[in-house]
């Protein structure tokens, strides 16, 4: 099957606009999860105010967030697909310019030396787009994630010693929540990839970060590891938006991939309450919009 360059360039436009629009179900029952068994009468109280904004900001049609992020669009490919690359960049930055231009949302892409911004959330290389492959045989999925500065400065790459084990994963990633602090307005989702080279486990954090609430890690010895971060951050007391309480993250998420056997690349990347991220489905029968 031929993929319809210009769906493509629509569904680009409408993810950006409903990513930065509308918050996904598990994160919001991420917020509801946290708030019940939040002890912190400081932290409810936050937890309350930032679970209303949330429901403000989706009821009047408003942004979630002031900052609309780097602009990352993750595609997947059916195998029986056709498509020529380069139009399909294409089209996909101009989705992304025109959400911007058809819509009141402040560019925050700017060129990293001179600081001058295009007012399109484009620039050299931006919007990031990834590439996959899947079986579907006529299934092209495009997921976008706007991925926010606070959430984005965020980030830490550490070679790590492979004798210091498990242990030091560890520690780097608790060390990394309470360097954040309360800058990333948690609670957060700390990704953290294990392995791979230092670019790819740079990469795994932010896929894992960017994972749905709920989702696990395909590796036995990464989901063990998620269980035990994902309470030991929560005890860090730091709270909801660093103002103390017991809801500091949503989850820990780690994806993992093999790695040297000199070396062990452990990296974390966060991603903030506002969790945003919008997914498109298409096929021969239309589109199908969702998280």
Same mark, same amino acid.
């Given at each position: 099957?031929? /993929? %319809?360059?210009?769906?493509? &360039?629509? *569904? ?5 606009? +409903? =990513?930065?629009?509308?918050? !996904? ?57 056709? /498509? %020529?690359?380069?139009?399909? &960049?294409? *089209? ?5 310019? +025109? =959400?911007?231009?058809?819509? !009141? ?187």
């Amino acid at each position: 099957m031929d /993929v %319809d360059i210009a769906r493509v &360039e629509d *569904a680009a436009r409408e993810l950006y606009i +409903r =990513a930065l629009k509308i918050l !996904p179900d598990d994160i919001k029952q991420g917020f509801e999860r946290l708030d019940r068994v939040e002890t912190d009468a400081g932290g409810k109280r936050v937890l309350a105010t930032m679970i209303r904004n949330i429901g403000v900001a989706e009821d009047t049609g408003n942004l979630l967030c002031q900052d609309t992020g780097i602009p990352i669009y993750n595609v997947t490919l059916g195998r029986n697909l056709r /498509v %020529d690359g380069v139009d399909l &960049e294409a *089209a996909i930055i101009r989705g992304c310019e +025109r =959400a911007t231009r058809e819509h !009141p949302l402040r560019s925050s892409v700017v060129h990293p030396i001179t600081r001058k911004n295009r007012h399109t959330s484009t620039g050299r290389r931006v919007p990031v787009i990834n590439v996959a492959f899947s079986e579907r045989p006529d299934e092209l999925v495009i997921e976008m994630i706007p991925k926010g500065s606070g959430s984005e400065n965020n980030s830490w790459l550490k070679m790590a010693v492979p004798a210091e084990g498990v242990a030091a994963i560890e520690r780097f990633v608790v060390d990394c929540v309470l360097d954040a602090g309360g800058k990333t307005c948690p609670p957060t989702i700390v990704g953290v990839g294990v392995g791979g080279s230092a670019d790819l486990c740079v990469h795994l954090a932010k896929v894992a970060a960017t994972r749905p609430l709920g989702s696990v890690c395909d590796d036995p010895e990464g989901a063990a590891l998620e269980r035990a971060l994902s309470a030991a951050v929560n005890e860090l007391g730091i709270g909801p938006q660093g103002l103390g309480g017991d809801a500091t993250a949503f989850a820990v998420h780690i994806e993992i991939a093999a790695t040297h056997i000199t070396m062990n690349p452990v990296a974390v990347n966060m991603q903030c309450h506002s969790a945003r991220r919008a997914r498109a489905v298409l096929t021969p029968a239309g589109v199908t919009y969702g998280f």
